[in-house]
């Protein structure tokens, strides 16, 4: 079945700090990408909608600005948290979409820990 | 998108069928019912979607009621690893509404 990979699967950084984590849909091309956030035994919940070659589509209450999403090819779209607080520690996972099928393909995650 | 109502959390035997429900009173017509599920610290993975006949794969089968206001997912025999959250979501199938909205979903437990 189509993969989905999420790069790094953990990371620790310093509150201030920026940290970027990869989507990549390794066998199929994903014209769409959407990014989920899921904090300690809660849901996930809907950040954004990555669309290749053009600017993303946020979710009401999530900022453009602290969360940058970038998808400049069919297999790579790519989430940077800016300057990093605690409150942003956060199990982050990506999904994509094969074109055709109704199925969507959801990466292993990446846990972030802000210190 | 339409919204679903999951019990919060199922036990089940190990090596017996699961049956796990889920209501979706508001569904509309182009909305698919799929369910993923979410094993600890991973993704969510695929299980199964439908529209309006039954459905069946290698992992579960798919119930939906003649209405569609309601459907079960069924597990025909339970292993240790099936123990998930499962989740029951709505799917917009016109083109342009593809974004999944997960709700709280059933935590599933199997006990040996």
């Known amino acids: 079945g189509a993969v989905v990979s999420q790069h790094p699967s953990w990371v620790i950084c310093k509150s201030g700090t920026s940290v970027k984590i990869e989507c990549r849909s390794l066998d199929f091309q994903a014209t769409t990408m959407f990014w989920y956030r899921q904090f300690p035994k809660q849901s996930l919940m809907l950040m954004a909608t990555?669309?290749?070659?053009?600017?993303?589509?946020?979710e009401q209450g999530v900022e453009k600005d602290k969360f940058l999403i970038n998808h400049a090819s069919l297999t790579l779209s790519t989430l940077t948290v800016t300057s990093a607080h605690p409150e942003d520690s956060s199990f982050y996972i990506c999904?994509?979409?094969?074109?055709?099928?109704?199925?969507?393909?959801f990466g292993e995650g990446s846990r972030l820990t802000v210190l | 998108d339409a919204k679903t109502t999951q019990p919060n959390s199922m036990e089940s035997n190990e090596e017996e069928p699961v049956h796990l429900p889920c209501n979706h009173s508001?569904?509309?017509?182009?909305?698919?019912i799929h369910w993923y599920r979410q094993l600890p610290s991973q993704g969510p993975e695929y299980v199964i979607h439908?529209?309006?006949s039954n459905v069946n794969n290698r992992m579960a089968s798919l119930a939906i009621a003649e209405d569609r206001k309601s459907s079960t997912l069924i597990l025909h025999r339970a292993t240790l690893r099936d123990a998930a959250v499962y989740y029951c979501i709505l799917r917009d199938g016109r083109l342009g509404n593809e974004k999944l909205t997960f709700g709280t979903g059933t935590r599933l437990t199997i006990i040996p």
């Open positions: 508001t569904i509309s017509g182009t909305d698919y």
């Open positions: 999904s994509a979409r094969r074109q055709g099928p109704g199925e969507l393909f």
């Open positions: 990555s669309n290749e070659g053009s600017k993303a589509t946020y």
């Open positions: 439908g529209l309006t």
